[in-house]
């Protein structure tokens, strides 16, 4: 039996024209802050933005945007807040602080509520944060929204590289296009990433240094904005 709400999802999601999944092979290697940042950049250049953090190993867009009192509004489903310009849902207005360990079908199941009661307005972007590693989030996600692009994020460890071809070797056999993979953190002048993603002939978006002064603007999206990663994370926006 179909579920009645996978279609309501297209309904949710039919005024947005592009949605972007924001993915790693693996945690730690600042794929959050990248989203966030990507989300803020394209709010400053213009455009209508979502932002939907479903990390469901840890939801952390909130503390990086600092956000704090705010809930979605009850309409018919969730309106999002709308916070720097962005509207905003994350799972942690139902976790809370705490974990969310779900497993298998209960994963699934709180993707497609969270898909189905949310209430997007018009929008040019939706950028999700996505948990890491190749589970049930990211293949529900792919099934339940067709039209989803993903963009990789790595560090410059050929141990992290190694998830990244697993990720793209999956969304490629799945015909799901791949925006490109953004090599973030870096504290080397090496290019084995750039080799390696050129290998797997995938786009290599750019190199983000490893910047001192991001910890000190988790919180505070005026003050991340500043920052030389922001910088980056703009120019990446431009390439999207």
Known sequence: M??????????????????????????GVGKSMVATTLALSLVKRGFKVGLFDLDFTSPSTHLILGIEGVQPKEEKGLVPPLVYGLEYMSLVYY????????????????????????LWSELDYLVIDMPPGIGDAVLDLIRLVPRVEFLIVTTSSLL??????????????????????????????????????ELLD????????????????????EKLLATSFAQKVNAVAQTV
Not at 10 to 27: D, N
Not at 203 to 216: C, G, L, N, Q, S
């Open 95 to 118: 976790s809370g602080n705490q974990a969310a360990p779900l497993r298998g079908t209960d994963t699934s199941n709180a993707l497609i509520e969270l898909l189905a009661v949310t």
């Open 2 to 27: 179909v579920d009645p709400r996978v279609n309501i999802i297209e309904q949710r999601l039919k005024r947005i024209t592009r949605v972007i999944a924001v993915s790693s092979g693996k945690g």
């Open 160 to 197: 992290a590289f190694e998830t990244v071809k697993k990720l793209s070797g999956l969304l490629r056999d799945l015909n799901v296009p791949i925006l490109g993979v953004l090599e973030n953190m870096k504290m080397t002048d090496t290019a084995d990433i750039k080799r390696q993603t």
């Open 202 to 221: 995938l786009k290599f978006i750019m190199e983000i240094p490893y910047d001192p002064e991001i910890e000190a603007a988790i919180g505070y999206p």
